[in-house]
């Protein structure tokens, strides 16, 4: 009997009394490994993850987050070998277990980037600019992100054991959240193998993860408010899960990502000799083929132009021929085995479903020919391509789970249109086309259906097949789409951090949102000192410290000269005539990067010392002009200091307000630097 997968609960390794259910290997029918869950106590769990891991997590900044997720990609991406090799047995080929594996780390990278770069060194996430309240600048509004103190639970589908756990755990981890994950039974034990490197690594703080291998049994009814559910699966289940009463009244978050009868639209503008339509052909074949079409991004609609259907048909089909079928681990192997045995069953219903309105024009759901491969004891199956008879309906409700799509005929962008909303709301659609008024059409039309729209032509294709095409979701971007997809959404950067976190409005006085957010508060106390604040390192310096200059005046020459200088001429600054008639200006102005120009003159402290460069401006406006013979002050002030871990420096961004004689503000700007940690 093979090994009883063992979930990792309360800091352990627990293993079931019970002998548990086998899970076959996908392509031989050989026992993989055995799951149960028996004796498991999820109360507990849940506890531990609230109590032990979510303050572990909570009491590191953003950046020392990022950090760990950092190193713990780096530590998964060491070895993939045997990986890859548990990951044949769930009837993936290597591109499938790349997309699996190697996606899912790279997911892990990418928040641990997007996190530095993107988040500040803080527990507080500040989401927009201060809005004033009152008029005297002495009651603002400001919106902030916490963590809260719960439970991110994950309940994952078969189809992507490594890559589904990992694009769920690195936001949930950023935000501040412990994770449990429950993986689908059937692969389990690819993810089980990921989670012991994870916990054997002891990078991630204890009581971040938790596995939970085997049924998810009464897991909801321990969770509540602050705790989320992520769930990828059927719709079945999903409905199931919005019913339970930890949802509908205990306050429980529910994130759905279910099935989506996504689409690809080949434009009326596409020839058979333009290269969309190769492009239109390859997106369908690669969404049937890669993964056995067991994803949840593939392209179960390919809607064409009337004119078109033969010669896509033909193409389609042509490609499809070329497939071969069989041992996912065989390298002359293009498309390996379905889950399961019970899957492939699922998949021949639903094409027989589809039969009712549509006939098959390749392939044969009852025989396969197969590479290496036994096809009485693994699950596979040929590619099957339909064309929906006109009127058909079950193209748009039914989800054949598997290698297979079907050809929709259509006659204006309209009815393209009105097809794609058919399906009820979708992760994805492709829109191929090299027209722009078609692509802006479809587009516009579609993107209220859609998560995510690929619009793809002969100018983005390399770059959009290198990052995965049609079916690859990326950390960067959002997914999840409307109506039956799901309704929920993940990823798309920080946004899928913030989805795990709690948005406050917060009302109060300048000096009050300062001390509360770490970053100075346009209104709050400047703190002059006796030292100019370029002379104190990171250490040093503290939020609010400000150098305040003198007055600077600027002169007619000091315009002439600027315009002369830099071959900036324009009117304003150099034709009294023409400046006078300008209804803003009435007269010559100052350039406004002479303003900033001089303010830099005016705030400076020249000698070397801790600020190491200025790397930027942010926000710059110019808000009064300056006409020749008036002056200006500075006033510097900092606003945010975050340091770099990986580096003996950090970033300095510096409120920036110039006013003139009249106190009016003539600029504002953020002034960003590098500052050195310590005096050197
Ligand atoms: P399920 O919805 O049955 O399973 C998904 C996950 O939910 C699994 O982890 C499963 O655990 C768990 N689960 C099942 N029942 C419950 C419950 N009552 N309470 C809590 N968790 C539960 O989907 P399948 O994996 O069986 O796939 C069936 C169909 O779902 C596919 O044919 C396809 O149509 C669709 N699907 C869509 C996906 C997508 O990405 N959108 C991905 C995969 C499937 P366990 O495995 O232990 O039962």
Redesign the pocket.
Known sequence: MSALLESYAGGRWFRAADEGQPLLDAATGEEVARISGRGLDLGAMVSYAREVGGPAIRALTFHERAALLKQLAAHLSADKDPLYALSYRTGATLRDSQVDIDGGFGTVFSYASKGRRELPNDTVYIDGDTERLGRGGRFLGQHVFTSRPGVAVQ?????FPVWGMLEKLAPAFLAGLPSIV?????TAYLTEAVVRRIIDSGILPEGSLQLLA???GD??DHLGVHDSVA????A???G??RQHPSVLHGGLSLGV????LNCSVLGPDVAVDDPEFDLFVKGVVTEMTVKAG???TAIRRAIVPASMADAVTEAITARLAKTTVGNPANPDVRMGALASLA?RE?VRKAIEALRSSADIVFGDPSSVSLVDADAERGAFLSPVLLRARPGATEVHDV?P?GPVSTLITYDSVEEAIALAARGRGSLVGSVVTNDPDVARSLTLGLAPWHGRILVLNRDDAPEAAAAGGHGSPLPVLVHGGPGRAGGGEELGGIRGVLHHMQRTALQGSPDMLTAITNRWTTGSERVVGDVHPFRKSLAELRIGDTIESDYREVTLADIEHFAEFTGDTFYAHTDPEAAAANPLFGGIVAHGYLVVSLAAGLFVEPNPGPVLANFGVDNLRFLTPVKAGDAIKVALTVKQITPRSSADYGEVRWDATVVNRAGEPVATYDVLTLVAKTQG
């Open positions: 309940i994952n589908a078969f189809n429950k993986p689908a039974s059937q085997g049924s998810a897991l909801l769930f990828t699966g059927s079945h289940t999903a199931v899960l990502e279910a099935d989506s067991q994803k949840c899957q699922e989800e789970f």
